[in-house]
């Protein structure tokens, strides 16, 4: 169970409770975590928040594409789109949430889709039509460091342009840019049980994190069959 009291389904079946796929291979998931939200800063401190984030993801071997703050049904949270290598194969999966923290737990809606057998094209195509030396480029969270490609922090993947939302209407089927139409398309549709909504504010974390944790938008993100 989670405080969502609404959310449109529109094209999505059951698969589990709390867990929907659709015929494009969207995996939508939602989840409650009754703890702490192991977020690296406040949502009010957006910059430490994305530098934060970045850095977790690329501990986890994938890259932040976007953190942003917000809001889903007037509970402050953060959008967060990433990817990840799949590692039991080629390619890559593309993750899309918003973490609605409060001060002792927090609500996750979750988007993903995996590349099937052909990977990479979208990312060649873009390539060959900007040029390598204008394809990598400083991550946007890491303070103008950058990618793991273009001699910054070790691990993790490259930044680049092709991940960006100019490109989705070129390529309708990629999976980000399912995931981005997709997360788009469900937020406004969230609605939350009024207790949720009244719990007191996040306020940052609770102490520094040593090692860091996966904050809660990622947890169990690698746990479903063929991610």
């Keep these: 169970m989670t405080p969502i009291s609404s959310l449109d389904l529109t094209g999505f079946t059951e698969r589990e ?4 796929t659709d015929a494009a291979g969207l995996v939508l998931s939602v989840h409650f975590f009754s703890l702490i939200p192991d977020l690296p800063a406040p949502l009010h401190e957006p910059e430490r928040l994305g530098a934060g984030l970045a850095q977790l993801v690329t501990g986890a071997g994938g890259g932040l594409i976007e953190a942003a703050p917000g809001s889903v049904d007037g509970v402050p ?3 967060q789109l990433v990817k990840m290598p799949l590692g039991s194969r080629p390619g890559q999966a593309f993750l899309g949430s918003w973490t609605a923290p409060r001060a002792q737990s ?6 993903q889709a995996a590349e099937g057998a052909t990977t990479g094209m979208r990312e060649a195509m873009i390539m060959a039509r900007v040029g390598p030396a204008e394809y990598f480029r400083p ?14 922090q070790p691990g993790g993947l490259p930044c680049h342009v092709g991940d960006d939302e100019r490109w989705d209407a070129e390529f309708p089927d990629h999976p980000l840019t399912l995931v981005r139409a997709a997360l788009r398309r469900i937020t406004p549709t969230i609605t939350f049980d009024d207790r949720f909504k009244a719990l007191p504010p996040f306020g940052g974390p609770a102490a ?3 090692p860091p944790h996966l904050p809660p938008a990622r947890r169990g993100w690698f746990r479903r069959k063929g991610f």
């Excluded at 409770?17 to 929907?20: K, L, R, S």
């Excluded at 991550?139 to 910054?152: E, F, L």
């Design 17 to 20: 409770p709390g867990v929907w």
């Design 208 to 210: 520094p994190q040593s």
């Design 106 to 111: 927090s609500t996750v809606v979750k988007v």
């Design 139 to 152: 991550h946007p969270y890491a303070g103008g460091r950058p990618g793991p490609q273009t001699g910054g």
């Design 77 to 79: 949270a953060v959008r």
